[in-house]
Structures are given as C-alpha cells and as structure tokens.
C-alpha cells in the first residue's frame, strides 16, 4: 500500500471508533427503526442476558448505532464502494461484511473479528477499563452507580473541556516565573 492508501486506511479505522457509540444519541433521539428492523440488530449487535427464565439485551445502543450509520453513511466521506477502496474494510455490499466499518463500530461489545476487536479494544482504553473491569461491564446489566441508565445520564464530551480563548480566571496555574 501507498502512504496515502495507509493514511486513507487508518482514517476509515479512526472514524469507525469515533462513531462507535453513536447509537446511544440515536436511541436517545428516538430513533425509531420500526419493531423487526430494532429485533434483527438486537441479535446482531446487542448482548443477549439471560436471568431467572428471562431474557432480555444489554448495551442496545450497540443496535442503534448500525441503524444510525446506515443512515448517515450517505453523508459520510467516500467509504462506500466494492473492491479496495475501503480498505482495511469490506465494502458494504460485499459478500462478507464481517469486516465492513458498520459492524467493526457496532460489534464493540460483541467482537468477533479482529477489526472488530480494534474498536472495542479502543472503546475499552478510552473508557479507562482493565481486560477484567470491561468484562464485568460487558456482562453486566446496564445502570449507572447512581441508579440511573443511559437515558438520564448525563453524556460528556472531550470538545466541552476545550477553550479557545481563556479568561484570567480560567487559565491553568503558573510556576513562580509564569511558566505553565
């Protein structure tokens, strides 16, 4: 592969861990695919508990996030395509898409291959998790330390810690000699 070829590849890698979680605003936004579309992705991208002859799935927003992509996949740069143009990716209509961007960012709690596990690997280094922490939250049913889910917790952004200009009163503390 070229340089650029390789740029062009990580970049499709980068993007599909950024978006992994674009389900949980989607699910939120009420995104509402219709019953048997929601039921084939719960299968597909869910974890599925099982407790007490109950079943149920955990981390829906998994879900959601292969129905969001496929919606917003239009709007995306060139990453729909056949043959290497996608690459490290399968194209979407590609007899196995295993491996295409949708499911390497919707499987992250479900990996099965390896870019796939990239992005959940991902997922678990920029949640802070150890291998063991992140299967106990990957087992577990979903909730918050304070008893709330996914739909009220608050959701934090990296972008909202950034400030152009600082004020006087927000500008980091100085050394002795006005050294950061």
Same mark, same amino acid.
């Given at each position: 592969? @070229? ?29 509402? !695919?219709?019953?048997? +579309? ?19 799935? @955990?981390?829906?927003? /998994? ?8 919606? +917003?996949?239009?709007? =995306? ?7 290497? $143009? %996608?690459?490290? =990716?399968?194209?979407?209509? *590609?007899?196995? %898409?295993? $491996? ?10 479900? !990996?099965?291959? *390896? ?9 678990? %280094?920029?949640?802070? =998790?150890?291998?063991?922490? =992140? ?17 009220? /917790?608050?959701? +934090?952004? +990296? ?8 004020? !006087? ?10 050294? !950061?």
């Amino acid at each position: 592969m @070229t340089p650029q070829e390789l740029l062009a590849a990580s970049s499709r890698i980068a993007l599909s861990g950024l978006i992994h979680d674009i389900g949980k605003f989607a699910e939120r936004a009420g995104l509402d !695919p219709g019953n048997e +579309l929601l039921e084939a992705n719960l299968h597909q991208y869910a974890r599925r508990q099982q407790k007490g002859g109950r079943q149920w799935f @955990t981390h829906r927003h /998994s879900a959601y996030t292969a129905m969001a992509i496929d919606l +917003l996949e239009r709007h =995306f740069p060139r990453l729909k395509g056949t043959g290497d $143009d %996608v690459a490290p =990716f399968a194209a979407w209509d *590609a007899p196995d %898409v295993d $491996d295409s961007l949708i499911n390497a960012a919707a499987r992250h709690h479900k !990996p099965e291959t *390896a870019l796939q596990w990239l992005i959940a690997t991902a997922d678990r %280094v920029a949640s802070g =998790f150890e291998r063991e922490t =992140f299967d106990r939250y990957n087992d577990a049913e979903e909730g918050t330390a304070t008893g709330g889910d996914h739909f009220s /917790s608050r959701q +934090l952004t +990296l972008f909202e810690q950034i400030r152009l200009d600082e004020s !006087p009163t927000k500008q980091a503390p100085r050394g002795p000699e006005g050294d !950061p």
